[in-house]
């Protein structure tokens, strides 16, 4: 590993040794697991002094930085990952993951890492994944970190579908089969997203935000929407109401999977139970599943592996229709 430089892949969690001569530091690619890595401070040489994590003969789909223009101008990255041993010039199904924050970003971490949302996983199925850094993403300056104060759901939803259509005209993305998915703020938009358009054939929603007033009435974080949105709701009802996926539910018709831990605080449950309420009664495809003991992210090993294949065989059904799923309302019981 000699000889390569910064830009090569991310240095994370750098540490000095006490004689500051050396400093160590973790590193992955979209490719490569997390490994551990030692270089001389006076000049990056960086080598591995890791082996933890062997990589099964599996091929990985291609992950690249892409970019486009929203409708106001304002450049928007992301990261598009191709489906394992994609041929150009194909269309594919493309899967659209919004990450949580909403200050969080996307960076070029390995495509393989657990997650509900496991993207190497999903591009060995074939599909394409888009993962963008919305207005609101942290790493882009302080203009684009605050360019959707009291605007969740408008620029950076546009930022998505603006990205969507970039990939249908480059002829990757087949605009009949397309998904969307996205945990805690990730799980608003996604909620968002199926009140405002039905050009997603099925969407996932972890842990989010339906209806803002609500969520900060039980939420841990009472002043977090308030921050964001420059005022209560009873000062300013109208740009809270006009922005929760509850009071523009009607109609929505995306079939639909609420992942939720029972413990968490941060967004409580209620929230996944109001929206799988208004869909139910709507007769929307949904179903809710209840993650016991989980806080605001999953955390034990066994109710991961439910969350991934619980979403693989959501999307497989109703974007590829190769899977049988029921509907309903579950808690999650081991097998």
């Not at 208004?278 to 439910?306: C, F, W």
């Amino acid at each position: 590993m000699a000889g390569l430089t910064p830009a090569d892949f991310m240095v994370e969690a750098p540490a000095l040794n006490t004689s500051r001569t050396h400093f160590g530091f973790t590193s992955q690619s979209a490719e490569q697991p997390v490994e551990a890595f030692a270089s001389t401070v006076d000049t990056f040489s960086a080598v591995q002094v890791s082996r933890v994590q062997t990589l099964p003969k599996v091929i990985i789909g291609k992950t690249e930085v892409v970019e486009w223009k929203a409708p106001d101008g304002k450049s928007i990255e992301g990261l598009l990952t191709y489906p394992a041993g994609y041929q150009p010039g194909n269309r594919v199904p493309l899967l659209v993951i919004v990450h949580g924050g909403p200050a969080g970003v996307f960076s070029r971490t390995f495509t393989g890492n657990a997650s509900p949302y496991l993207v190497a996983a999903f591009a060995s199925r074939g599909y394409a994944l888009l993962r963008c850094n919305v207005r609101g993403s942290s790493g882009y300056g302080r203009d684009f970190r605050y360019a959707n104060r009291s605007d969740w759901g408008g620029g950076d939803y546009r930022d998505i579908m603006s990205g969507v259509d970039h990939l249908i005209s480059k002829g990757i993305a087949d605009p009949e089969r397309m998904g969307v998915m996205g945990w805690s703020y990730g799980g608003y938009m996604t909620s968002w997203v199926i009140t405002q358009t039905k050009r997603f054939k099925a969407a996932s929603v972890g842990a989010g935000v339906t209806n803002l007033m609500s969520f900060t009435g039980t939420a841990d974080i009472p002043s977090f929407v308030p921050d964001y949105f420059g005022g209560e709701y009873w000062e300013v009802f109208d740009r809270w109401r006009t922005h929760s996926a509850m009071f523009n539910v009607k109609g929505v018709s995306t079939p639909t999977l609420i992942q939720h831990g029972d413990a968490d605080v941060r967004v409580p449950i209620s929230q996944g139970y109001e929206f799988y309420n208004a869909l139910k009664r709507q007769n929307v495809p949904v179903t809710m599943v209840v993650y016991p003991r989980q806080p605001h992210g999953i955390q034990e090993p066994k109710l991961m592996q439910d969350a991934m294949q619980r979403n693989l065989d959501w999307f497989d059904r109703w974007i590829k229709g190769s899977q049988v799923t029921k509907e309903g309302h579950y808690l999650f019981t081991p097998k």
